[in-house]
Nanobody, 122 residues
Framework: QVQLVESGGGLVQAGGSLRLSCAAS????????MGWFRQAPGKEREFVAA????????YYRGSVKGRFTISRDNAKNTVYLQTNSLKPEDTAIYSC???????????????WGQGTQVTVSS
């Protein structure tokens, strides 16, 4: 049974940083795409970043490019999201996800974590 457990969320002032982690268990995931989504109160879940398993290419939504960095450690079955220069509008629950397919925009993802709260104060 695949399980994803996020950690690293918290409360931070605007301009600060957090490093989110997502540990996967129940399989070997080096051939899976891994990604991060977020959902703010009253808003739909939105794509944040993803990393391809074939060549390690990273993809980002426009509003986080240059501030967030996604990476993965296949030996640890873990994906990370380094978030820098955080803004109040980044406040949301951040969830990790993975799928056997290589990344494509708007693809469906099979496995989801429960999420970790990120709150950015102004």
């Amino acid at each position: 049974q695949v399980q994803l457990v996020e950690s690293g969320g918290g409360l931070v002032q605007a301009g600060g940083s957090l490093r989110l982690s997502c540990a996967a268990s129940g399989g070997i995931f080096r051939s899976y795409s891994m990604g991060w989504f977020r959902q703010a109160p009253g808003k739909e879940r939105e794509f944040v970043a993803a990393i391809s398993w074939t060549d390690g290419t990273a993809y980002y939504r426009g509003s986080v490019k240059g501030r967030f960095t996604i990476s993965r450690d296949n030996a640890k079955n873990t994906v990370y999201l380094q978030t820098n220069s955080l803004k109040p509008e980044d406040t949301a629950i951040y969830s990790c996800t993975l799928d056997k397919k290589d990344f494509r925009p708007s693809m469906t993802w099979e496995y989801w974590g429960q999420g970790t709260q990120v709150t950015v104060s102004s």
